[in-house]
T-cell receptor, first 111, second 115 residues
């Protein structure tokens, strides 16, 4: 069975600082990995996805993630965060018919 | 705006009651997914429909049922409601079967409060 683990439930950070949100996955087969973001009172939207090819994936709003097969990780990074990045971030893995989400990491950016 | 419409946005009801949540997918999308988001369980996959047929089932209780109609909109029916059913229910759509590569487009959710 496939699953994802988000190690941090909350990450507080000051504006313009770098941030890394951690995600580890388990799967016995090839994986397709995703990061979604949920802004307050909104639905989820896709930040970026890894399907194949380059292990460094760039997404919207300056976010990027690196697929590391040996570490079974897909950590999300941004070199300099803004107040507007405050949101809940979900890592997800896909099997043939559904997305399986992690428990989410709340990123709180302070001025 | 994802193009996925969910109604109602908010719903307050009592234990033992029955409610229906409605979802209109993005124009042209054939697949509809339902997810439940609660504080203690996170985002849980409930069920998926593709072009009117049930294709995948997750952690959906027997008190819950869903269907997708010929016009591709979907309804999630929750009956004999319990306090623990209070949650945010999301609908998402995609053009085809997820097939490992797809992106889901989420609605803004229906917040159900059971008193």
């Amino acid at each position: 069975a496939q699953s994802v683990t988000q190690l941090d439930s909350q990450v507080p950070v000051f504006e313009e600082a770098p941030v890394e949100l951690r995600c580890n996955y388990s799967s016995s087969v090839s994986v397709y990995l995703f990061w979604y973001v949920q802004y307050p009172n909104q639905g989820l939207q896709l930040l970026l996805k890894y399907l194949s090819g380059s292990t460094l994936v760039k997404g919207i709003n300056g976010f990027e993630a690196e697929f590391n097969k040996s570490q079974t990780s897909f950590h999300l990074r941004k070199p300099s965060v803004h107040i507007s990045d405050t949101a809940e971030y979900f890592c997800a893995v896909s099997n043939t018919d559904k997305l399986i989400f992690g428990t989410g990491t709340r990123l709180q950016v302070f001025p | 705006d994802s193009g996925v419409t969910q109604t109602p946005k908010h719903l307050i009801t009592a234990t033992g009651q029955r409610v229906t949540l409605r979802c209109s997918p993005r124009s042209g999308d054939l697949s509809v997914y339902w997810y439940q988001q609660s504080l203690d369980q996170g985002l849980q996959f409930l069920i998926q429909y593709y072009n009117g047929e049930e294709r995948a089932k997750g952690n959906i209780l027997e008190r819950f049922s869903a269907q997708q109609f010929p016009d591709l909109h979907s309804e999630l029916n929750l009956s004999s409601l319990e306090l623990g059913d209070s949650a945010l229910y999301f609908c998402a759509s995609s053009p085809h079967q997820l097939s490992n590569t797809g992106e889901l487009f989420f609605g803004e959710g229906s917040r159900l409060t059971v008193l």
